[in-house]
């Protein structure tokens, strides 16, 4: 474990303004780094960059404006220098219905912000990152992206492909320095969960609502961010980790991990 400590690094939190974007913005700058709280609402990241103060920038706009996130990371490097850490958080709950009736232009927007939306965050730090042989980039991702249901399809469809884009991007940059991983937050109460549950009551004739060991408080997901971008779990870029799992464990056990190439990481169980 490395735990360095993040006094002097620069993140930049997509989705920043709610939810566990906030947290994770909040908690980053707790931890000593200086971070740009990057979304669509300018009230929202104006709000969390009030409450963290100096050490943070209120940047607004959305990940799929490709001219809008390199705006975002050269006012985020003229305040505060090269970016460290980028937080792919930004996404949003798709629209409900089956593949049959579903809306296909609804449906894609889905695809923009959650795969489309990453894919541009990381082209807009990546230069900077691959110059100085160094930066981690961390994924917000969904066990919907391995176990899909009826309804979501959008959603799960996005997520499995966030996966795959963690894993090409980890396999890609091996040998350059740059971390991927992607993580799972379990469900945490928010605007978009607070609507996929509702889609579930409709589609699901068993759906009893979610079982309290799978909800878990946004520090807890911001935690995790802190700690990998510590350094502390560098040698597992590429992989999936669950915020149910103590990180701990999973590093004691990183040497079979890399040895069978094992991508999902789950100690405890599903959720």
């Known amino acids: 474990m490395h735990n360095q400590s993040l006094t002097g690094q620069v993140a930049l939190v997509t989705g920043g303004g709610r939810g566990i974007g906030a947290s994770v913005a909040t908690h980053l700058a707790g931890a000593g780094a200086r971070v740009a709280v990057f979304g669509r609402s300018a009230a929202h990241v104006e709000a969390v960059a009030a409450r963290i103060g100096d050490d943070a920038l209120a940047v607004t706009g959305d990940v799929t404006d490709r001219a809008a996130l390199q705006a975002a990371v050269a006012r985020t490097e003229a305040a505060f220098g090269p970016i460290d850490l980028l937080v792919n ?62 309804g979501i399809s959008d959603y799960s469809v996005s997520k499995t492909a966030l996966l795959r884009l963690n894993e090409a991007l980890a396999s890609e940059n091996a040998d350059t320095g740059i971390v991927s991983i992607a993580v799972s937050p379990g469900w945490v109460w928010t605007d978009m969960t607070d609507h996929l549950d509702r889609v579930f009551r409709d589609t699901r004739d068993n759906w009893t609502g979610i079982d309290d060991a799978a909800i878990f408080p946004p520090e807890t997901v911001a935690r995790l961010i802190v700690r990998i971008a510590q350094g502390d779990a560098d040698r597992l870029s590429g992989r999936f980790l669950h915020v149910s799992d103590d990180l701990d464990d999973i590093l004691a056990d990183q040497e079979r991990i890399l040895a069978e190439d094992l991508l999902l990481l789950r100690l405890r169980g599903r959720s």
């Open 89 to 150: 958080n930004a996404g949003i709950s798709g629209t409900a219905g089956d593949l049959a009736h579903v809306d296909a232009a609804a449906w894609w927007r889905t695809q923009e912000v959650n795969v489309l939306g990453v894919l541009l965050a990381c082209q807009a730090v990546l230069p900077g990152m691959l110059v100085r042989g160094a930066g981690r980039i961390v994924h917000m991702g969904s066990m919907a992206g391995n176990t899909p249901g009826p």
